[in-house]
């Protein structure tokens, strides 16, 4: 397979990273990029914010422009990869043909979960992945009034709740936890974003499950709960996490991690997966981190960057360790955060200690165990990311009144 290319299975931003780092490390050989999406590999923070409040345009999504692709790599579009036989190196693809490869990256991301229940296939209930989603979304949230239903409250709901409050529509918001983002930020700081939410006008339904979703003439006009509860609304979106695309991975034998630790494709430390010649980057790696002594599936915006370069250079022949924190930010109505660590759930900590003015929504916040740090976010607080890495790497517990001078 010496005369094979190197080739990139994704459409985000872990398999664009990965192609220029190719080229930027020296690599001069064939490289094939093959997205099933009808472009080229681009970002998709924006979709939930600027992009889909008409802020930024289609352009601002793509990290590398046309002419790029066309010098550089042999850029594959609307052609999902169907199958994998690492002992051939060879994939399958959807239009039934083949393609060899020497080497080998999936970064072929994460599916939204549907919401299986009564009325989700109805006309006006929403996924948000791609930016096909965000414009059928974008286009009923324009002209302002109407009613949002949002089934989920995790990132993706809250920060389609606030750019919908942004467009002036009325917005309800159904989850399932005591506080939004809970499972991410505990109870504690998920009553912040809570109350941010509420000073906007979204009604927050809390410990509420979603039993159907109503409909007339084949489109969506409410949700009922369990509880029997009917709430109007003209367009529902689903936002109840996603599902990391293992299926082609899964289809060439390699290794996927146990539902207990998030699944995903196992890699060990250079991002290798447990075939020859096969990297993964992005959602579906499930990659070893050293500080917290397991493995872990990062979701956000910065893994994708970070694993992608990494890969990339791996399969170049570099063996340094992947050791970057998980990373993830959020902006929110006049809300920006950076969150940096790792809390495996509300079990994992036993303190919360905050520095600054949890009110006036300018504070830092520490997740600590034992007195060591295991995570820190920062809120509407600049360029402290790398002060947090500090203290989450440092070899003593830095000590309460440490973390709540940090501000």
Do not use: C
Request: proline fraction near 5%; aromatic fraction near 6%.
């Amino acid at each position: 397979m010496s005369n094979a290319p190197f080739v990139i299975v994704g459409g985000g931003l872990a398999a664009s990273k990965a192609a220029q780092t190719l080229r930027d490390e020296g690599y001069e050989g064939d490289l094939v990029v093959v997205t099933g999406e009808p472009h080229r590999p681009y970002e998709r923070p924006p979709l939930s914010k600027d992009y889909l409040r008409g802020d930024a345009d289609r352009t601002a999504l793509f990290t590398v422009d046309e002419d790029w692709y066309r010098h550089n790599a042999d850029l594959r579009v609307g052609v999902p990869a169907t199958g994998l036989d690492t002992a051939a190196h060879r994939l399958a693809l959807a239009d039934g043909t083949g393609l060899d490869y020497a080497k080998l990256l999936i970064a072929t991301g994460s599916t939204p979960r549907a919401l299986p229940v009564p009325g989700g296939d109805l006309r006006g209930v929403h996924l948000l992945r791609t930016v096909e989603d965000a414009d059928l979304l974008a286009a009923e949230l324009k002209g302002g009034g109407g009613r949002v239903a949002i089934v989920g409250d995790g990132w993706i709901g809250m920060e389609v709740a606030a750019s919908a409050r942004q467009l002036g529509r009325d917005v309800t918001v159904f989850g399932m936890g005591a506080q939004p983002l809970e499972r991410v930020l505990g109870p504690e700081m998920g009553l912040v974003f809570a109350q941010l939410h509420l000073d906007k006008g979204v009604d927050l339904r809390r410990r509420t499950q979603v039993a159907k979703i109503l409909g007339e003439d084949g489109r969506a006009v409410g949700v009922e709960t369990g509880e029997g509860e009917r709430v109007e609304a003209d367009l529902v979106l689903v936002a109840v996490g996603v599902a990391p695309n293992t299926g082609l991975a899964a289809a060439g034998g390699l290794e996927l991690r146990g539902r207990d630790l998030g699944g995903g494709v196992a890699v060990d430390a250079t991002l290798r997966t447990s075939a020859p010649d096969v990297w993964a980057a992005g959602d579906i790696a499930s990659a070893p981190y050293p500080h917290y002594g397991r493995p872990i599936r990062v979701e956000h915006w910065q893994t994708a960057i970070d694993t992608g370069v990494h890969a990339a250079k791996a399969a170049l022949g570099s063996d340094e360790a992947f050791d970057k924190l998980p990373y993830f930010f959020t902006d929110q109505y006049d809300l920006g955060m950076e969150y940096l660590g790792f809390v495996a759930g509300p079990d994992a900590y036993d303190e919360v200690v905050v520095s600054g003015d949890l009110e006036s929504l300018e504070f830092a916040v520490f997740w600590t165990k034992a007195g060591r740090v295991l995570a820190g976010m920062a809120v509407n607080t600049w360029d402290r990311v790398g002060d947090i890495e500090a203290l989450i790497r440092a070899e003593e517990p830095p000590g309460e009144e440490a973390l709540r001078s940090f501000r």
